[in-house]
């Protein structure tokens, strides 16, 4: 069983901080990985796509990539109260061919609170 | 703008009845999958269809069963509704080659009384 963990949260900060959230993956030949948002009573949305070691940035998001410590985060800079949402950390780990489908495996998520 | 739709947001049932659960998407993907989530439990896939009349097993297949007979449609079906499947349900849609974006309907909040 392919297993994504993330820190429990909820995680609060104030407006104007970093918020840093961070997953583990257990499978080593995990392939991409992704950041979705999920505001309280809609679905999720992907915010962010990493592929390879290092940082990728995006705008006040940037995503970070450890391939050989199988982890990944997000750092939120500048934090919102608009950012209040809980996140979700998606795995991908095959490859798209008939049934072999590169399906995602989710972590449970992370609540984030950005208070005034 | 991809769009993937639900039959329905809210859904009512009782325990026994047969509940069909319908998905389309507009953007001629080939995958489609359905989720169901759980507060503390997060999501947890049902089952997924990588083309037309093509299905397999996710982790949580059990008391559930698919439909794909239509590229654009995907229906999850609950043979006899019971209570533990009081959930939200997403259903979700990605194109082959695209950056592995999935792009989720608004979700069916099902209760079974």
């Known amino acids: 069983q392919k297993e994504v963990e993330q820190n429990s949260g909820p995680l609060s900060v104030p407006e104007g901080a970093i918020a840093s959230l961070n997953c583990t993956y257990s499978?080593?030949?995990?392939?991409?990985f992704f950041w979705y948002r999920q505001y309280s009573g809609k679905s999720p949305e992907l915010i962010m796509s990493?592929?390879?070691?290092g940082d990728k940035e995006d705008g006040r998001f940037t995503a970070q990539l450890n391939k050989a410590s199988q982890y990944v985060s997000l750092l939120i800079r500048d934090s919102q109260p608009s950012d209040s949402a809980t996140y979700l950390c998606?795995?991908?780990?095959?490859?798209?061919?008939?049934?072999?489908?590169?399906?995602?495996?989710f972590g449970r998520g992370t609540q984030l609170t950005v208070w005034p | 703008d991809v769009k993937v739709t639900q039959s329905s947001r809210y859904l009512v049932k009782r325990t026994g009845e047969k509940v069909f659960l319908e998905c389309v998407q507009d953007?001629?993907?080939?995958?489609m999958f359905w989720y169901r989530q759980d507060p503390g439990l997060g999501l947890r896939l049902i089952y997924f269809?990588?083309?037309?009349?093509?299905?397999e097993k996710g982790d949580i297949p059990e008391g559930y069963s698919v439909s794909r007979e239509k590229k654009e449609r995907f229906s999850l079906i609950l043979e006899s509704a019971s209570t533990n499947q009081t959930s939200m349900y997403l259903c979700?849609?990605?194109?082959?080659?695209?950056?592995?974006?999935?792009?989720f309907g608004p979700g069916t909040r099902l209760t079974v009384l």
């Open positions: 979700a849609s990605r194109t082959v080659g695209d950056t592995d974006t999935q792009y």
């Open positions: 499978d080593r030949v995990s392939q991409s």
């Open positions: 990493i592929y390879s070691n």
């Open positions: 998606a795995v991908r780990t095959g490859v798209d061919r008939g049934s072999t489908l590169g399906r995602l495996y």
């Open positions: 953007m001629d993907h080939e995958n």
């Open positions: 269809s990588y083309d037309v009349k093509m299905k």
